[in-house]
């Protein structure tokens, strides 16, 4: 990315991924557009009309999303246990720590139950306009994040993802964010603008060009759009945001003298922008006989046309 600049990287990983996953894509849209309706009912169907995502997020406060009281409550144990002191050495990102182990898929299926739940996927493929697949590589589909300027020898100076910057896994992608304490100011909250005005910001700067870092100090971002036009995640638990992180620039984790917690889902489709499933080990997902045909896609991303049928008899 660095020689070709990281534009022109994502057009040449998408352009792979598009020779080698072709069919699978043209398979979940097709899926989408004639089946999402029976998909999501034999997933459990809603409890209530799907949420819109405009300008690239939408922000729940209802607190009604299903299992979202279950994977409240299981946080509170897993924040017990783990949080509140470093459990790795981690010097690219020494002020936050992902505390989700592999056998937390066993122990904790609320987590799994929600990330594909119908409610929370009609959201998600109605942005994407295909079935979505969690992610099984950077960034993961299921992190566990803790924040906490405690662990950060240099709080008061941003660095990393603490600085404004556009994904390029998968564009476009969903992020969806759950917090799982009350968030505020001193949280270090996750910090974004909307899509629109990110637009503005990528026309002005040249973003993604090869002159151009993948981390924008907010000298820079805030010579081009207004510093009022940035939206903090402070919200009670339990608020969920659904936002594509590709599309909207945004940065978190600043001197969180309050540590904070949140869950974060990453959503793609099956032709991503960069080469992570070829150079990354991929997380596999663990599938059950009775999971339905909409959970078994979005946990398998290798899942090929006529293994899942809209309807299962």
Sequence with gaps: MTRLGIGNTMRIAQAYNRIRFSSR?????????????ALLQENGGLIRPAMEMTDGFVIDSSFTLPHLDRILADAQEIIAERCGRRLNADSYRSFFQDVWTPQ???????????????DVLAVVANYLKCIPALSTV???????????????????RPKDSQLYHLDYHSRPNVYVIVLLRDTTPESGPFTFLPRSVSERAVKALRYRSRSMTYRVPDEKIYSVIDRKEAIEFCYPRGTVLFIQSSGCFHYGSRNSVKPRFQLMLGYTGVCRTDFGEVLQTTQVYPIRPT???????????????????ANRQ
């Design 138 to 156: 950077l960034p993961p589909g299921i992190r566990f994040v803790e924040s906490n300027a405690a662990f950060d020898q240099e709080p008061n």
């Design 104 to 118: 937390d898929y066993e122990k904790y299926p609320a987590f799994l139950d929600f990330a594909t739940s119908s």
């Design 291 to 309: 999971d339905s045909a909409l959970r078994r896609m979005v946990l398998d991303n290798r899942v090929k046309p006529g293994t899942v049928a």
């Design 25 to 37: 894509d043209h398979w979940r849209r097709s899926m989408y557009e004639r089946h999402l309706d």
